[in-house]
């Protein structure tokens, strides 16, 4: 039997006693990351947390190695219906207030369960996140900077999809859309979060893990149809894209009150997004995103900090 070697505090195993946190892994087809994944979660210096592992999984081999791992990890078997299904699955199963949401393959600094829910127990309850910068694996390398930004959401995702969410939060906007089966269903989400007036607090470190592969659904799926799904985005969210709308919006998130730091959408890059995907063809849209994201991740990006970020643990192999 796999271990979890988490040694999550006692209260977990008494019947009845809710662990501080819910950590919601969907996997699909995703057990050669489970190790890597628990390893993350064992070195959080947070220890009252439960997991909960939503499998969705075809292949044998990942439903082979969830089987073996210890009875305290639960596992939700479900048809696979995508990330959305998968997370609301979880999440109504999570015994805490409090979730992390985290992909198999992505993995957490360990100092990051700790100060996240120290900051997220004594914020208002209209902050509904915790979320931090990354560091880029995989495919690609380097740091990227995450932010919440009230005008940002509305042309693109500037949240990674592992945060502290709170579960009040997620049941108030009426959980992941389920329909959006080609990508962006966290950038939705976050997008609704925003419009019901939630906010997040960003830890400026790069504490999350992010596995790049060029294979992997952003590139291969969500970038090529783009143009679509932003188009459905905003058909969705119809009242938030007109324009007085946004220039409002804009302005409320320059004033400090909307956001936890700055945005890095000026309304010339937004009107320039806007035209574009209404004047182009979806393909050469989508097409000039794909580049541009390539570029960027792919590439490699390392954005300046106010001081050289702390050495990574987890990839260097260090408790």
Not at 12 to 34: E, K, L, M, Q, W
Not at 63 to 89: C, T, Y
Not at 226 to 231: G, M
Request: glycine fraction near 8%; charge should be positive.
């Amino acid at each position: 039997m796999l271990s979890t070697t988490t040694n999550m505090t006692q209260d977990n195993d008494r019947p009845g006693v809710a662990p501080a946190v819910s950590v919601v892994v969907p996997c699909y087809n995703g057990g050669g990351f489970i190790p890597q994944l628990l390893g993350s979660l064992a070195r959080q210096t947070f220890r009252d947390f439960e997991i909960v592992i939503v499998d969705g999984s075809t292949d044998a081999a990942t439903r082979g190695a969830l089987d073996a791992l210890d009875p305290s990890i639960r596992v939700i078997r479900q048809p696979n219906k995508g990330l959305s299904a998968a997370r609301n699955a979880g999440i109504a199963a999570a015994r805490a207030d409090l979730v992390l949401t985290l992909d198999c393959d992505d993995m957490f600094e360990p100092p990051f369960l700790t100060e996240a829910v120290a900051l997220l127990r004594a914020a208002p309850a209209d902050v509904a996140m915790v979320l931090c910068h990354m560091t880029l694996a995989g495919a690609a390398n380097g740091f990227l900077e995450r932010h919440f930004n009230r005008f940002d959401l509305l042309f693109s995702n500037p949240i990674p999809s592992g945060v502290l969410l709170r579960k009040a939060a997620w049941q108030a906007v009426g959980f992941y859309d389920e329909s959006m089966r080609d990508g962006y269903e966290d950038w939705e989400f976050y997008l609704r979060l925003m419009l019901r007036g939630y906010r997040g607090i960003t830890i400026h470190k790069p504490y999350i893990i992010y596995h790049v592969s060029s294979q992997g659904m952003l590139f291969n799926q969500s970038s090529g149809r783009h143009a679509a799904i932003w188009r459905r985005i905003r058909r969705k969210h119809k009242a938030a894209y007109r324009p007085l709308a946004m220039l409002r919006l804009w302005s409320a998130s320059r004033d400090g009150s909307g956001r936890d730091d700055s945005g890095q959408v000026s309304p010339f890059k937004a009107i320039a997004a806007y035209l574009m995907a209404v004047a182009l063809p979806d393909g050469l849209f989508s097409g000039l995103i794909a580049l541009r994201r390539q570029r960027h991740l792919l590439g490699g990006h390392r954005p300046a900090y106010a001081a050289e970020p702390p050495r990574n643990a987890i990839l260097n192999g260090k408790p």
